[in-house]
């Protein structure tokens, strides 16, 4: 239940009988459940680690887990980077799964992905699996999507009803307006499923860390985000008719100054195409020279450690799909891999990343959901990211498709005497 002062206010209007009841247009039950069902809204705040929640920052988030579920911290997948991960909590496969390996990836027909290639981006072909606004769509619900990874591309020729490309150039508030209009549209039209996204608090983490000023005060700023989107909600009466699901991507860690390690020095540059730098740094041997390559980069090394793509370590489910680079080498915590020309970025002051292993208590992520299908003030123990997409079909009441998740790892959370 959410917490808010204008919820009280809008509970003694029901009970006066003054808000209106639900359209008589004549309907079927199956009809009259799906119209009853609350929205979904599935917020993402890109880079929230999972302590950031501790630092007492965060009242508003902080009323919501109280009022509503959260999990200890919420695992990413491999890798533990934004593009992988928003993938993987909409479809409920594994990167390697699913197919948007890294932010940066080859593929043998396709060519190459940049996160800033636009139609690379939106290329129905790059992405695999089914986001679950493509099974609601088919199911007749409507979706929306005040961004969202994937959501620019038509997936198996379906994009939500209404989307946009990504522009950071529009406001935390305009975001917010936009989504609270959706929702607040008449049942016909009103989003079964809308996303919204924040990059803000990831940006200031690269620029300077986790633990900067900058960081906390970005902190501070989606906090009060979310609780104008608690009022915004209250405001419109739809608090009742609103599931709101609050999840982050990854963590992120502090790159101490001269952290870098110069990709040229790995490895012989004539031996190899470099595939993605960063901290998941894939290597793809050319004709002739694969073991030569693999002789200088294969096992550990001073602040990382190389694998065949067929031997990564079982735990990070990675390794199987085609566009997997032949060698992947994994940074150690807190190290970056950059080619020579950028080795200098950053100077002299510590910096954030992330993509280094989900298992680090750093890359956690964050889960927290409240609204009417929800318990109140449950902290359930750490969850999986794959495990966010069977809740958001039970959400929906639509059936998931094939996914990597546990659907028990979240039902706790669901009030099954609640509005579903
Ligand atoms: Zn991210």
């Known amino acids: ?66 009022g509503g579920v959260r999990a200890q911290w919420m695992t990413p ?24 390996i890294h932010n940066t990836m080859r593929d043998p027909v396709l060519g190459k992905f940049r996160i800033n290639d636009r139609e690379a981006v939106g290329s129905g072909a790059w992405w695999g699996g089914e986001p679950i606004w493509v099974a609601a769509e088919k199911a007749g619900l409507p ?67 986790p633990r900067a000023p900058e960081t906390l005060q970005a902190l501070r700023e989606m906090d009060a985000a979310i609780g104008r989107l608690v009022e915004g909600l209250a405001a419109r009466g739809l608090q009742d008719r609103v599931d709101l699901v609050v999840v982050s991507d990854h963590g992120m860690a502090e790159v101490p100054p001269g952290h870098v ?10 031996d190899v195409e470099l595939v993605s730098a960063g901290q998941s740094v894939g290597f ?7 073991a030569a390559a693999e002789a200088r980069l294969l096992g550990r090394h001073d602040h990382y450690e190389c694998w065949r793509r067929g031997e990564l370590p079982q735990r990070w489910h990675f390794g199987t799909h085609p566009r997997v680079p ?24 510590p910096r954030g990343s992330h993509g280094y292993d989900p298992a680090l208590p750093s890359m956690r992520a964050i889960f927290i959901a409240d609204g009417p299908s929800f318990v109140d003030g449950l902290e359930l123990p750490p969850i999986d990211n794959v495990d966010v997409y069977p809740l958001l079909a039970e959400l929906l009441g639509i059936e998931p498709a094939a996914h990597d998740g546990d659907p028990a790892a979240l039902r706790p959370a669901l009030d099954s005497a609640g509005a579903r």
């Open 143 to 209: 979706t929306a999507a005040m961004f969202w990874v994937g959501s620019e591309a038509p997936v198996a020729g379906v994009r939500p009803t209404r989307w946009s490309r990504f522009d950071a150039g529009v406001g935390v508030d305009e975001r917010i307006d936009r989504v609270l209009g959706w929702l607040a549209e008449p049942e016909e039209t009103r989003p079964r499923l809308a996303t919204l996204y924040f990059e803000h608090l990831d940006s200031a983490g690269h620029r300077n860390g």
């Open 261 to 270: 390690v110069v990709v040229e020095d790995m490895v012989e540059p004539a």
């Open 284 to 290: 793809q041997p050319v004709a002739g020279r694969t």
């Open 326 to 349: 032949a060698i992947v080498c994994q940074m150690d915590e807190g190290w970056d891999a950059r080619p020579r020309e950028y080795a200098a970025r950053g100077g002299d002051r």
């Open 77 to 100: 997948s491999y890798p533990s980077l934004t593009f992988p991960n928003h993938y993987t909590l909409v479809t409920g496969l594994r990167p390697d799964h699913h197919g948007v």
């Open 1 to 66: 239940m959410f917490r808010t002062a204008a919820l009280a206010a809008s509970l003694l209007l029901a009970a006066c009988g003054t808000t209106p009841g639900p359209e008589t247009a004549p309907q079927g039950p199956a009809q009259a459940a799906a119209e009853l069902r609350p929205s979904v809204l599935l917020v993402s705040i890109d880079g929230f680690r999972a302590d950031y929640l501790d630092l007492g920052l965060t009242p508003n988030l902080q009323r919501l887990a109280d």
